[in-house]
């Protein structure tokens, strides 16, 4: 049945019903799914259950105990309660086989997280057969349990909340029916514990706000969507995607869980009655025309009673710098995504721009749901990467060192923008690859590359080897750090990197130069994988701001940022297009800046205009054709143009340096003078690559410019 109601923070863009091609579409999708290997089966399903509810005992006892040993009375030590709570995939039902639950421990006041949570039921988790890899990060952002429960992993989070008596539903706990009453009494709430409810939230440390809210965020999602079945299929398609194209990762600078989660419940909002087809392809739609850094955001944010900080750039001066800002519907709403960087941005958009471009093939049946889904060839993409290097004595301390880097490892790419003027962008990869051979050792690499539409004449070269000083000071800070942890940062070429990267352990051939992607339709086999490759390199040009009009749901114009590359015939052909497959009646204009007026707007820092994300797409056709008209492309890299990056190695100290190439970058060593002092310390080390090594001048006196 339609849903006509209104959800969230606006009215629908489309509340038009499926057709017989989107539920084709959406069947053909979920035996992708369903093939693709993210549904667990019902073995699993159970031991996760009996795990939680093994779980969920064990911190009840642990609450008695620390109670008895704080010398409370029997009656105080037989009513002492604990609860477990779900959030994140598994909470929102989209886990697939093997993934970890998140899992929060609600606990009373009396409990406290450092001596009591991270001490005695640490020991007690210890001590435990069935409890593997253990491991606690006290002083994360979100302090953190890490385990396996035989063999389901766990992460265990704490909120102590102001209640001296954690009330539960159940009457088997070992409560009478007066002690029941007595805790409703004395906590003022229902027999069961709703930390959906603002009051629970009430005289708590920043630790536990931050751990309650990831169930608060879970559940208010759930509420906010108006189709749930429909969201899942959609979210468990998103996941998918985004790890396969290398970009599911909050802590490098992309996007976790949580954000995707909220980035699809938008999308649903806005296409209510869309089956899951339709919603991926409207995601890749929307996002690709939103403007950034105008927030999504599910609900309007509720400023609360308890006088907590929230989202607000119109207050909050640090909220301004936000990139990407995706609001938490739960009290205190917060931006979810403050990790992202301008690299990462900028890899993100270029991956909706694919995803959009793939999407418009499939809806023209040119193309199968496999190829959205393509992984992302990280190691063949870039001509140079950064390698960090981590190693430790023990598996114990490797998994220590390898979370605190992990931690860390994006100040790296905010370190290279921010000594770079941003001309030097970076891509980290996801995740850790090991050498086998190699035992306690990780290694980690970030493709590097030049800022897309730098101008080049402004270019001047920049030196690096204080960056990654600075960056290797501030991991070698940990507080845990143990002489045996190390940590090694090297450039290496993509013609040299270590054959352990490649799967199988086989090196690809080198990729052919291609031309710019063809706009004209897809016909044979070899044009759609030739298509989908130049869909995966990142763009050498900089991105025109040719407008189209582009209709979204076959009812609403939008005008958007082309495709880059386009010449004039081939922008006339595109929009013709388009104009002939989404009718774009401009009657609807008027409908979406009315809708989005409940944002909170972002305040650009480079201009005074006011916009939301959608809002600010909706300028008049004749203007932005106008402007579209007057931009000129340019090439990134022109000739005699190149931007320098100040490397060591094996005693030496070297550039590696962006020569000017048709197609791809390249950074090439040129030899310095080194000092003594790094000389002999660069001999102490069994350099594979070339160490970038700290140089004794000041950034802006080896750069050239000031400060």
Known sequence: MAVSTRVGLSEPISTGGPSESDASKTRDLEKFLVDAGLYESHDEAIKREEVLGRLDQIVKTWVKNVSRVRGYNGSVIQEANAKIFTFGSYRLGVHGPGADIDTLCVGPKYATRNEDFFGELHRMLSEMPEVKELHSVPDAHVPVMRFKFNGVSID????????????????????????????????????????????????????????????????????????????????RCMRLWAKRRGVYSNVTGFLGGINWALLVARICQLYPNALPSMLVSRFFRVYNLWRWPNPVMLCPIQEGSLGLSFWDPRRNYKDRSHLMPIITPAYPCMNSSYNVSTSTLQVMMEEFHRGNEICKEIELNKLSWEGLFDSFLFFEAYANYLQIDIAAETDEELMIWKGWVESRKRLLTLKIERDTNGVLQCHPHPGEISDKSKPFHHSYFMGLRRKQGANPQEAQPFDIRMTVEDFKRDVYAYSFWKPAMLIHVCHVKRKDLPIFVFPGGVRPSPPRKRSALASCPVQTDAAVIRKRRKLDEPPNRGTSLILQALGVAGNLSLLAQGIPGLDQSERAAELSASAGAFPTPMAMEKHVIEQSSAQIPLIHQESSEVFDGLEGLLKSETQNNAEAEGVTQTELFPDKQCVEVAMAGNGTTSIIQFQAKADLEELEPLELAVSTAIASAAAKVPAQKPLIRFHFTSLPKATGSSA
Not at 178 to 194: A, H, V
Not at 215 to 224: A, E
Not at 227 to 232: H, L, Y
């Open 156 to 235: 265990l989070l704490y909120a102590n909340v102001s209640l001296w008596i954690i009330p539960e539903l159940e009457l088997d706990s070992g409560m009478c029916y007066w002690q029941l009453i007595f805790s409703m009494i004395s906590n003022s709430l229902d027999p069961d514990l709703d930390i959906s409810q603002e009051s629970i939230l009430q005289n708590v440390d920043d630790q536990t706000v931050r751990s309650l809210n990831g169930c608060r965020v879970t559940d208010q999602i759930l509420r906010l969507v108006p189709n749930i079945q429909n969201f899942r299929t959609t979210l």
